[in-house]
């Protein structure tokens, strides 16, 4: 389980009279149970990718706790990481190596033994059904080759909870719906504690069990997604998504813009 409590964090920019702050998060709060996806849902510049970071300990929070599976991230962070699984937005795979060794190299660096994170790498090639990935080096390997093996290298340890930053960015349908397959037999099967970000509609209504809303670096809403239409009063998750997610001005602005467009 991981539980999110009013996090905030500013980054400064500029320099001499130009210099300021930017609230990149200010106020994210929620409760991620076991057994269970939860899609945290946002526009661009949120502060999904932030409050994530902040989460699996890269990024140290200004304000506010999080704590998974009872433990203080910011207290006891190297306890905390060996219950997370991440896999962020820069897959970061090593070129050079095939997919067995880039697995291998990361379950050595959480403290298992070879013929145990060789083991493992095998087992999780069966399980995302990359068997025929192990021996490549990832060096030329597609977005979506690339995905499954990031995907395992962050699952090698076993991990009860895991963190993914927008997975599905740049996948094309195929690898898409595997991501997709192997999420949900991750929490039916093994019971995980799942949280993705994302600002895809279509993905937090196929795969989520519940979704946190995120604007202005605040969550605005949690529910699933039958409960967030029904408070926005519409059947369409789209619209209630914006209707949830932006102010009124920032809708009317939205739609002069796409009026501009339509007569271009």
Known sequence: MIEVQQLAKRFSHGRGRKAGTVRAVDGVS?????????????????????????????????AGRVVVDG????????????RM??????????????????????GRLHGMRDEAAQARAQTLADMLEMRALLDRRTEGFSQGERMKTALARALVHDPANIIL???TNGLDVLATRSLREALRRLRDDHGKCI?????????????????????????????????????AGHDDFEETFVRLAFTPQEQAEGGAVV??????
């Open 30 to 62: 929620f409760t991620a149970p076991d057994a269970c996806i939860t899609g945290l849902l946002g526009p661009n510049g949120a502060g999904k990718t932030t409050t994530l970071r902040m989460v699996a300990a890269l990024v140290r929070p200004d």
């Open 71 to 82: 433990i203080d991230v910011a207290a006891r962070p190297r306890e905390a990481l060996a």
């Open 85 to 106: 699984g991440v896999l962020s937005d820069a897959r970061g795979l090593y070129p050079r190596l095939t997919a067995r060794e880039n697995i291998v190299y990361y």
């Open 165 to 167: 930053d927008e997975p």
């Open 195 to 231: 949280v993705f970000s994302t600002h895809i509609m279509q993905e937090v209504e196929r795969l989520c069990d519940q979704v946190v809303v995120v604007s202005h670096g605040r969550t605005v809403a949690q529910g699933t997604v039958a409960e967030l239409c029904v408070r």
């Open 259 to 264: 009026a501009m467009g339509s007569k271009a």
